[in-house]
Structure formats: C-alpha cells, structure tokens
C-alpha cells in the first residue's frame, strides 16, 4: 500500500474511535468509518508480474485505452496510447520501460475531465522521458476532474526498471505514452490494461537493433 492509505485511513480511523468514546452513536462513526476504507482500498499498491523481453513496452498505469493513433513530434513520428483511470483503477504508475530518466517537465493547469482530448493541452502534467538505450518512451501524467495532486519521484539522471513504481496520480487521471514509430502494438482501443504487466508494444528488434537502427546501419 502506498504510505498515503495509511494516513488517510488511520487518520478516518482515528475519527471513528474518537466519536465513538465520546458519543457511543454508531451512526456518527459510519461515515469515517467508510473514508477509511476507501482510503485504505483506494491507495493499494499489489505486486506485478512484469514480463521479460527484448522491445517490450509495458502499461505506465491501470485503466482503461481511450486513444491509440500515430502523431508528429518535433522528433518525429510516435505511437501514441491514452490511458483513462478511473477512481476504481489502481493509481500507482510504473515505469514502462527499464533506462534512464533523460527530462522531466512539469506544467501547471487546470483539471478539466481527462476523457477530453483538450485535458492533455490544458491539465496540470507531468512529462517523463526515458532512454532506453536505442529508442525512447515518455509518458505523461495528466491531472483529471477530481485528481488534484500528481506524484512523480524521479530525477534526471535516475536508472529504472522496467514495471518501477515511479509515482502516482491522485483520484482519477489520465496517462498518454509515446512509442517508437515502429513498435508492434499489442492492444486497441477499448482494452483495460494494468501497469507494469501489461504490454502495450514491442520495439522490432534486428540483430540486437531497433528496426530504425538496422535500417540506419
């Protein structure tokens, strides 16, 4: 569980004792009683069994595929998935792909629905971006309607393993990933998926070398 369940449900717990000493109407504990169970549900943090391979990239985070389209970037072409968590998902985002943490940009914004595609201009965000050595992945945390607080805990320069937890995103959010042009995608448009288990693509590998490097070399 991440330390936050902890918190907030033995703080909602502590309320419940409280009134009960106090008081002694069950009704009055009901309420805190049920934040604190929420709470401690909410922040669960279960292990993952994080696939092997050459190429694999695996789901950043749980929820839900809303988008998966090829775009143009200032470095070229991208596969890009969106990934829609809703309060029920699990919140910890895990990183995608094993590397190194090349940039992290954070943006401050507003905290329109994430199922908007205009969220992704407008939200308070986080980018990541990781060297995987012959390619890069980033991924984006994107606030949502009700989420108001984006953990990231990385810094430039750290090494990561693929399935890492690297933060989270608090009380419903969106995640869009870029791929590598040429990765094989391994799921659409309407897929639930889990983080750091579910593979999203694979980066085409050519003795030992991305498709895009083979073709270079």
Known sequence: MVKDGYLYGFGFAF?????????????????????????????RDPQREVPTGAGMVVSPADGKVTDAEW??????????????????????????????????????????????????????????????????VSFKQIAGLLARRIVCNLKVGDRVRRGQRVGMIKFGSRVDILLPAEAELKVGVGDRVKGGSSILGV???????????????
């Open 203 to 217: 980066v085409p590998q050519i003795n030992g070398k991305t498709a895009a490097e083979a073709v270079v070399s």
């Open 15 to 43: 309320v419940v004792a409280v009134l009960w000493v106090f008081t002694h109407v069950l009704v009055l504990t009901l309420l805190p009683l049920l934040l604190a169970a929420f709470f401690l549900w909410f922040f």
């Open 71 to 136: 775009i143009e970037t200032t470095v070229g072409s991208r596969l890009r998935l969106s990934i829609f968590l809703n309060i029920f998902d699990v919140h910890v985002n895990r990183s995608p792909v094993s590397g190194t943490v090349k940039a992290l940009e954070y943006r401050e914004g507003g905290f329109m629905n994430a199922m908007n595609p205009d969220s992704v201009l407008t939200n308070e965000q986080m980018l990541v971006v990781i060297d995987a050595g012959e390619y890069l």
